[in-house]
């Protein structure tokens, strides 16, 4: 059983056009996260939600847009891609609200090439 | 500077030997400290927490100096499967927010 699912796993498009990313988790987890691994390996936070509000918006570009439908889903849409938003785009949940030791579970990623 | 800060390597060892990474943070605040290890094109996976007292799983020690906001990992004989990127992540209290190293990448050869 997969835990933390992400779809899809490779995305090659064209600069400007829009796309979405979708990851479903079946852990029962309240907090779902998106992180950004770029070219260098460095992995960054996006963003969080929690039980569907969103409580971490780090300085992203606003083209980048989170939705939450409910806790166990968190989809990514990206308008007007560029070239730098090539990346591997991952997802993650946790259950705890930040108590105690958070183990967050990662999805497999999503390669995302931007030509 | 990065918050957390990592000796990218390749550290290239052969099997068997004992390997020990370092990482340092730089907020103070920060209170709470894990390695991660990530596979080639594989995603992030916790590999341990890192307490205060130090703490050991198996052939892995993690050991954590708030002083000298200093963290680390030792691997005692290693195997081939410990060929890996290890992150070091550190998390501030009463925040979700996980901070990640850029990782260190561990070549372990016959």
């Known amino acids: 059983d997969t835990a933390v699912s992400q779809t899809p796993k490779y995305l090659v498009t064209q600069m400007g056009n829009d796309k979405s990313i979708k990851c479903e988790q079946n852990l029962g987890h309240d907090t779902m996260y998106w992180y950004k691994q770029d070219s260098k390996k460095f992995l960054k936070i996006m963003f969080s939600?929690?039980?569907?509000?969103?409580?971490i918006n780090e300085t992203v570009p606003n083209r980048f847009s989170p939705k939450s439908p409910d806790k166990a889903h968190l989809n990514l849409h990206i308008n007007s891609l560029e070239l730098g938003d090539s990346a591997v785009y991952f997802c993650?949940?946790?259950?705890?609200?930040?108590?105690?030791?958070?183990?967050?579970?990662f999805g497999p990623g999503t390669r995302l090439t931007v030509l | 500077r990065k918050e957390v800060e990592q000796d990218p390597g390749p550290f290239n060892v052969p099997e068997g030997a004992t390997v020990a990474f370092n990482c340092t943070y730089s907020?103070?605040?920060?209170?709470?400290f894990f390695w991660y290890r990530q596979d080639c094109r594989k995603e992030p996976k916790l590999l341990m927490s890192v307490y205060s007292s130090g703490n050991e799983d198996g052939r892995f020690t993690a050991q954590l100096n708030r002083a000298s906001q200093y963290i680390s990992l030792l691997i005692r004989d290693s195997k081939l499967s410990d060929s890996a990127t290890y992150l070091c992540?550190?998390?501030?209290?009463?925040?979700?927010?996980?901070?990640f190293g850029s990782g260190t990448r561990l070549l372990v050869r016959p």
């Open positions: 939600y929690n039980n569907k509000e969103l409580i």
């Open positions: 907020n103070s605040a920060s209170q709470s």
């Open positions: 992540v550190v998390r501030m209290d009463s925040s979700y927010k996980l901070i």
């Open positions: 993650a949940s946790s259950q705890d609200r930040g108590a105690g030791v958070d183990t967050q579970y």
